[in-house]
C-alpha cells in the first residue's frame, strides 16, 4: 500500500550529566544503540498501523546494516529494496544531557550512496502503491525522481521536507500533501508559526508556493491542515509527555496509514495526532511508536 523512500539510521545515545566543551573528555552515565532515520521511522509507524509498507533505501556492509534489516523485517517492514552498499551504515550520534538537550551529528553513510539508478527496480512496487512518503535524509535528486515517477502514476505523493536544509520548494506544485513542523515552516516560508493564527498564515503562503495541501503540526498544540477547500485544527490528546522523539514521524506514518485505507482527511489527522500523543508518553524511537489497537483504544476513550 505505502512506500518510503528514504532514510536508516542506527542511533547511537550517549547520556551525560553536561555536553563536553571543546578539547574536553567526559564519560558517559548511559550508552544505548537503537534504530532510527526518517525514512525507517515513518515505515515502521505506519506497518504498526496495519498497513503493507516497503522501505527503500541503503545500510552499510558493517553489523548494524545486518541488525537493522533483521529488525524491520521483524516490524513487517517489506526490506527487499534496501541495497546494502560497501561501507558505513548511516549513524547518528545523539547526546543528551540532564536537562534532555541533545546534540546531534549525523554521518550519512549508506544513505548518501543512494542513486536514482537503485530506484529502478521499485517500479513494480510503486505501480501497486497508493501512496509514496519521502523525507530529506538521502541526496535530494533520488527524492525528487520518485516523485516525479509517482505522480505520473497518480501515487498520492507525501513529503515531509526534513531536514530542511536544501529543501528546493520549486518541488512543492508535486506534492499532494506537504507535512511540517514549526521549524520546517518557518524555513520554507520566513513566516513563524508560533500560535494559531501565524501558523495558519505559514500554512497558506506554503499552498500559495504551490502546494497542494499542508499539514503543519505545533507540538503540544496540535496540528493544522489546510488545502484550497479550508482549514482543519485539532488540538492535541492531553498526555504527559517524557520524550517526544519520532512524534513527527509516528504522525507522518499514521496519517499515510489512515489515508491509504480511506479514512476522510479530518480523522486521518485526529488517528495521526492520537498516535502521536502515545509516541511521546514513551522513551526512544521505534520503540515508542504504538500499534493500530492502542490508537483507536486512545481515539474510543
Ligand atoms: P516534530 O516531532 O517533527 O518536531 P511536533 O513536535 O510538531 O513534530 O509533533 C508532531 C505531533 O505530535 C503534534 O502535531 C502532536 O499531534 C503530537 N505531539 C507532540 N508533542 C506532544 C505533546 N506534548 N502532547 C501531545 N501530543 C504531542
Same mark, same amino acid.
Not at 533483521?70 to 513487517?76: D, F, R, S, T
Not at 538521502?138 to 505522480?151: G, L
Given at each position: 500500500?505505502?512506500?518510503?523512500?528514504?532514510?536508516? #539510521?542506527?542511533?547511537?545515545?550517549?547520556?551525560?550529566?553536561?555536553?563536553?566543551?571543546?578539547?574536553?573528555?567526559?564519560?558517559?552515565?548511559?550508552?544505548?544503540?537503537?534504530?532510527?532515520?526518517?525514512?525507517? #521511522?515513518?515505515?515502521?509507524?505506519?506497518?504498526?498501523?496495519?498497513?503493507?509498507?516497503?522501505?527503500?533505501?541503503?545500510?552499510?556492509?558493517?553489523?548494524?546494516?545486518?541488525?537493522?534489516?533483521?529488525?524491520?523485517?521483524?516490524?513487517?517492514?517489506?526490506?527487499?529494496?534496501?541495497?546494502?552498499?560497501?561501507?558505513?551504515?548511516?549513524?547518528?550520534?545523539?547526546?543528551? #544531557?540532564?536537562?534532555?538537550?541533545?546534540?546531534?551529528?549525523?554521518?550519512?553513510?549508506?544513505?548518501?550512496?543512494?542513486?536514482?539508478?537503485?530506484?529502478?527496480?521499485?517500479?513494480?512496487?510503486?505501480?501497486?502503491?497508493?501512496?509514496?512518503?519521502?523525507?530529506?535524509?538521502?541526496?535530494?535528486?533520488?527524492?525528487?525522481?520518485?516523485?516525479?515517477?509517482?505522480?505520473?502514476?497518480?501515487?498520492?505523493?507525501?513529503?515531509?521536507?526534513?531536514?530542511?536544509?536544501?529543501?528546493?520548494?520549486?518541488?512543492?506544485?508535486? &506534492?499532494?500533501?506537504?507535512?511540517?513542523?514549526?521549524?520546517?515552516?518557518?524555513?520554507?516560508?520566513?513566516?513563524?508559526?508560533?500560535?494559531?493564527?501565524?501558523?495558519?498564515?505559514?500554512?497558506?503562503?506554503?499552498?500559495?508556493?504551490?502546494?497542494?495541501?499542508?499539514?503543519?503540526?505545533?507540538?503540544?498544540?496540535?496540528?493544522?491542515?489546510?488545502?484550497? #477547500?479550508?482549514?482543519?485544527?485539532?488540538?492535541?490528546?492531553?498526555?504527559?509527555?517524557?520524550?517526544?522523539?519520532?512524534?513527527?514521524?509516528?504522525?507522518?506514518?499514521?496519517?499515510?496509514?489512515? &489515508?491509504?485505507?480511506?479514512?476522510?482527511?479530518?480523522?486521518?489527522?485526529?488517528?495521526? =495526532?492520537?498516535?502521536?500523543?502515545? =509516541?511521546?508518553?514513551?522513551?526512544?524511537?521505534?520503540?515508542?511508536?504504538?500499534?493500530?489497537?492502542?490508537?483507536?483504544?486512545?481515539?474510543?476513550?
Amino acid at each position: 500500500d505505502i512506500l518510503v523512500v528514504g532514510s536508516i #539510521n542506527m542511533d547511537i545515545i550517549n547520556k551525560v550529566e553536561r555536553h563536553p566543551s571543546v578539547g574536553e573528555t567526559i564519560s558517559a552515565l548511559e550508552t544505548e544503540t537503537g534504530p532510527g532515520g526518517k525514512g525507517a #521511522n515513518q515505515a515502521v509507524a505506519a506497518s504498526r498501523m496495519g498497513s503493507q509498507v516497503t522501505l527503500a533505501g541503503a545500510v552499510g556492509t558493517d553489523s548494524y546494516g545486518e541488525e537493522l534489516l533483521a529488525l524491520l523485517n521483524g516490524e513487517n517492514v517489506n526490506t527487499e529494496r534496501i541495497m546494502v552498499k560497501e561501507g558505513l551504515t548511516g549513524l547518528a550520534f545523539i547526546t543528551v #544531557n540532564g536537562a534532555g538537550h541533545n546534540h546531534i551529528i549525523v554521518s550519512p553513510g549508506a544513505n548518501e550512496k543512494l542513486s536514482e539508478a537503485d530506484l529502478l527496480p521499485l517500479m513494480p512496487e510503486l505501480n501497486q502503491a497508493k501512496a509514496l512518503i519521502v523525507q530529506n535524509e538521502i541526496p535530494w535528486a533520488v527524492s525528487a525522481y520518485i516523485i516525479k515517477e509517482a505522480r505520473a502514476r497518480n501515487v498520492k505523493v507525501l513529503v515531509n521536507p526534513a531536514p530542511v536544509e536544501h529543501f528546493p520548494v520549486t518541488i512543492l506544485p508535486s &506534492i499532494d500533501l506537504l507535512i511540517v513542523n514549526q521549524h520546517e515552516s518557518e524555513a520554507l516560508t520566513g513566516l513563524q508559526a508560533k500560535d494559531h493564527v501565524q501558523a495558519v498564515q505559514a500554512a497558506q503562503r506554503l499552498l500559495d508556493l504551490g502546494a497542494n495541501a499542508v499539514v503543519l503540526t505545533l507540538g503540544e498544540q496540535g496540528v493544522i491542515y489546510l488545502d484550497r #477547500n479550508g482549514e482543519y485544527f485539532r488540538e492535541a490528546f492531553q498526555v504527559s509527555a517524557v520524550d517526544t522523539t519520532a512524534a513527527g514521524d509516528t504522525f507522518i506514518g499514521a496519517l499515510a496509514s489512515s &489515508i491509504v485505507k480511506g479514512k476522510a482527511t479530518q480523522e486521518a489527522v485526529d488517528w495521526a =495526532c492520537a498516535a502521536a500523543a502515545i =509516541c511521546v508518553t514513551r522513551k526512544g524511537a521505534i520503540p515508542s511508536i504504538p500499534y493500530w489497537e492502542e490508537v483507536r483504544a486512545l481515539i474510543e476513550e
